[in-house]
Antibody, heavy 122, light 110 residues
């Protein structure tokens, strides 16, 4: 059974760095073609893709947020960590991690975590 | 801002056929596979269609996907009340070297 769970602070102050952890089970990030993606959704708005890390440690980032994001994995621990620097109230959103199968350059996310709401406020 | 454009809303009565369009460009839909996600109110998204027209196990066959050129469509035949949700198309963008989601379409069952 595949499960993913996001964890991290519910509230961060402007300019702080956000660190989110995705802990998963039921699959391994050492399997060829397996990836984990991060996606966010501001309240009442559309989904926004943030980053992806692949089984071979290739990393991809949103062009608009690239300078602020870092994604990494700890394969034995079944965890993927996303850090976002210089947080702003506009970054208030529910953050999801999702298992992604790589297809060509892209892929599809077949299992998602329940999401964690991060509010940026002083 | 998204590079994949969807109509903000669509609606139909139970049993009707509803289609949702997703317009992109040669660097995304035109050259990569399209996926569709369903997001029920207050829930995380779920995969509805992958690789343009494939349904994951458990997805009813009233949902179908298609792609033509730089556009894609999701069709719901025999609309049901439980289909009331937000729907997003998505694809890799070769120019951005990243994944892009559509603007989202809210489907209402009248």
């Amino acid at each position: 059974q595949v499960t993913l769970r996001e964890s991290g602070p519910a509230l961060v102050k402007p300019t702080q760095t956000l660190t989110l952890t995705c802990t998963f089970s039921g699959f391994s990030l050492s399997t060829s073609g397996m990836c984990v993606s991060w996606i966010r959704q501001p309240p009442g708005k559309a989904l926004e893709w943030l980053a992806r890390i692949d089984w071979d440690d290739d990393k991809y980032y949103s062009t608009t947020l690239k300078t602020r994001l870092t994604i990494s994995k700890d394969t034995p621990k079944n965890q993927v960590v996303l850090t976002m620097t210089n947080m702003d109230p506009a970054d208030t959103a529910t953050y999801y991690c999702a298992r992604t199968h790589r297809v060509r350059n892209g892929g599809h996310s077949d299992y998602w975590g329940q999401g964690t709401l991060v509010t940026v406020s002083s | 801002q998204s590079v994949l454009t969807q109509p903000p809303s669509a609606s139909g009565t139970p049993g009707q056929w509803v289609t949702i369009s997703c317009s992109g460009s040669g660097s995304n839909i035109g050259s990569e596979k399209v996926n569709w996600y369903q997001q029920l109110p207050g829930k995380a998204p779920t995969l509805l269609i992958y690789i343009n027209d494939q349904r994951p196990s458990g997805v009813p066959d009233r949902f179908s996907g298609s792609k033509f050129g730089t556009s894609a469509s999701l069709a719901i035949s025999g609309l049901q009340s439980e289909d009331e949700a937000d729907y997003y198309c998505a694809a890799w963008d070769d120019s951005l070297k990243g994944y892009v989601f559509g603007t989202g379409t809210k489907v209402t069952v009248l």
